[in-house]
C-alpha cells in the first residue's frame, strides 16, 4: 500500500471514529459530591411555603422531574405526565416554559395539580448536599427533590 493510500485509510477510520463519537449517548455516572441538574431523575420530597406550610407526597416516587441536555424537561406528577422546556442560567436561574400535560384524572388526595403549579413558580435552583432545591418566585417558598437511583 503506497503512501497515499494509508494516509486515506487512516482519515477514513478516524473519520468513523469521531462520528461514532458524536452519535453515541454518553451517560454521566451520579456523583452525590458534584451534583448536576441534568443526567438524574429528581424525586419530589416536599415544598416548603414561605410560611413553613409543608406539602410531603405519601408516594414520592409518583412525583419526579427529569431534565435533559436538549433543554426538554419532563415530569410525572402522579398519575399524568408533562413535558416542556427550561432554560438554566449560570446564576443557578431556572425557567421551566409552559407544559403540556395530560389529562388523567387522578384519585383523591393527588397532588398532582399543586406539584405542577410549584414547578410552574420555579425562578431558580441551587443544590443542598445531595438535594436538589428549586426555588419559587418571590420567595414564596422551595422544592426539593432527591436523586431517584436507577
Do not use: I
Not at 500500500?1 to 461514532?20: D, E
Amino acid at each position: 500500500m503506497n503512501r497515499r493510500a494509508t494516509v486515506r485509510s487512516l482519515a477514513g477510520a478516524l473519520a468513523l471514529a469521531a462520528l461514532g463519537a458524536c452519535t453515541t449517548p454518553v451517560t454521566m455516572p451520579w456523583d452525590p459530591r458534584r451534583p448536576v441538574l441534568t443526567g438524574t431523575v429528581w424525586r419530589w420530597t416536599e415544598t416548603q411555603a414561605g410560611d413553613d406550610a409543608r406539602v410531603r407526597p405519601a408516594a414520592p416516587e409518583r412525583y419526579t422531574l427529569e431534565f435533559l441536555p436538549d433543554g426538554t424537561v419532563r415530569a410525572r406528577a402522579d398519575c399524568n405526565t408533562a413535558s416542556g422546556r427550561y432554560e438554566a442560567g449560570p446564576d443557578r436561574r431556572l425557567a421551566l416554559g409552559r407544559m403540556s400535560v395530560t389529562q388523567a384524572a387522578c384519585l383523591p388526595g393527588s397532588l398532582g395539580d399543586a406539584f405542577l403549579k410549584g414547578l410552574a413558580d420555579v425562578a431558580g435552583y441551587l443544590f443542598d448536599g445531595d438535594q436538589l432545591v428549586l426555588m419559587l418566585r418571590n420567595n414564596t417558598g422551595t422544592m426539593r427533590f432527591v436523586a431517584l437511583k436507577r
